[in-house]
Nanobody, 122 residues
Framework: VQLQASGGGLVQAGGSLRLSCAAS????????VGWFRQAPGKEREFVSV????????AYGDSVKGRFSISKDNAKNTVYLRMNSLKPEDTAVYYC????????????????WGRGTLVTVSS
């Protein structure tokens, strides 16, 4: 499975962005697709996850109510809509695929894409 994240950029606080994660290859192996983020000097943090078949979702506490994850199976793409962005949301955002289940930690994911940088200015 190959994953490509896109859609990052510079946005002012309070603004919105939509990230995309395009999957290719053996996508039938994917059980769930998650988003993580990593700010400079910090550990990679769970943001959100969606089950590939069925659509169950979950969110990290810091983004609940502001971020929304969705998918388009026909396009093999997962989206992360980010609203009410804050400077503390600044990070490199990564998408990842798990073949085993829904996980809230990096160890549950088997495939990772390159990240996309989101910068939120105050």
């Amino acid at each position: 499975v190959q994953l490509q994240a896109s859609g990052g950029g510079l946005v002012q606080a309070g603004g919105s962005l939509r990230l995309s994660c395009a999957a290719s290859g053996r996508t039938f192996m994917m059980y769930a697709v998650g988003w993580f983020r990593q700010a400079p000097g910090k550990e990679r943090e769970f943001v959100s996850v969606i089950r590939w078949s069925g659509g169950d979702t979950a969110y990290g506490d810091s983004v609940k109510g502001r971020f929304s994850i969705s998918k388009d199976n026909a396009k093999n793409t997962v989206y992360l809509r980010m609203n009410s962005l804050k400077p503390e949301d600044t990070a490199v955002y990564y998408c990842a695929a798990s073949t085993r289940g829904i996980y809230y930690h990096t160890g549950g994911y088997d495939y990772w894409g390159r990240g996309t940088l989101v910068t939120v200015s105050s």
